[in-house]
């Protein structure tokens, strides 16, 4: 089974943007503290990301373990840590612990659901013939290198998430048939002028006395795309849903 395009992009490009703020966060201390405590802050904080990290890799399971199997294709241990990461990463964006024994039940079953509903997706572009083309994949390692001011910063980024390049053109490419598959099976309504009008009118509205919102027309285009977004990961469900309904899934964990 092969890890997920969408977990390897979160990896690397989250090491460069880590890269980027670090960097800036430290120039911005600079303006205030010594470096004496500029150190201690950082060795403080290193610490306790190393602390957090162990936490979270004791989440993981065995790369070799089957987690699941659907429809006879076994997943295993290193596909489910792939996409435990980024449900860690999600959780921590929102302010939440992702060791907690709550939060931990929570992040186990959103990866599981998630590593299963990505099979039966991957499963029947395969089914229709769905392929990324060299053009297509290129273009999106340019997109990725584009987020490193020079290759040695790709290659090291490439190298600490652990990949090759190789196993990243191929999942590049299991990234563009997935999103070409969803692109053109998973149909959505038009976005109607109500009901972007709806969600700036609740915006609006909750502005305060001394903010001013931004005319209509102005975030006008945000609120279509942030609408159309929306209806097609609530079609995307309903299909996962139903491809459900005719699969043979059996969770081992």
Not at 90 to 116: R, Y
């Amino acid at each position: 089974m092969k890890k997920f395009m969408s977990a390897l992009l979160i990896t690397i490009m989250a090491i460069a943007l880590v890269a980027c703020g670090n960097g800036e966060e430290a120039k911005k201390q600079a303006d205030d503290k010594s470096n004496t405590e500029q150190k201690a802050d950082q060795k403080e904080q290193a610490k306790q990301m190393e602390e957090m990290q162990k936490k979270m890799d004791k989440q993981k399971v065995e790369k070799d373990k089957v987690v699941a199997i659907v429809n006879d294709e076994k997943l295993k241990g290193e596909d489910y840590n792939s996409i435990l990461s980024s449900s860690q990463m999600q959780f921590q964006q929102m302010g939440q612990d992702p060791t907690s024994k709550k939060a931990a039940e929570q992040i186990k079953k959103q990866t599981i659901d998630s590593l299963v509903g990505q099979t039966l997706l991957m499963q029947q572009a395969d089914e229709k013939g769905y392929k990324a083309t060299d053009e297509e994949i290129n273009k999106q390692l340019d997109q990725v290198k584009k987020q490193y001011k020079t290759e040695k910063e790709f290659e090291k980024a490439m190298k600490e998430a652990g990949f090759t390049m190789e196993e990243l053109k191929k999942q590049v490419a299991e990234n563009i048939k997935y999103t070409n598959y969803v692109e053109k099976e998973i149909k959505v309504d038009e976005v109607t002028e109500d009901e972007m009008k709806k969600v700036y009118d609740q915006y609006a509205g909750q502005q305060g006395d001394d903010q001013k919102a931004p005319k209509f027309e102005e975030v006008k285009p945000q609120i279509k795309t942030q609408l159309e977004q929306q209806k097609k990961q609530e079609q995307l469900v309903k299909h996962v849903e139903e491809l459900k309904k005719n699969a043979k899934i059996d969770i081992k964990i």
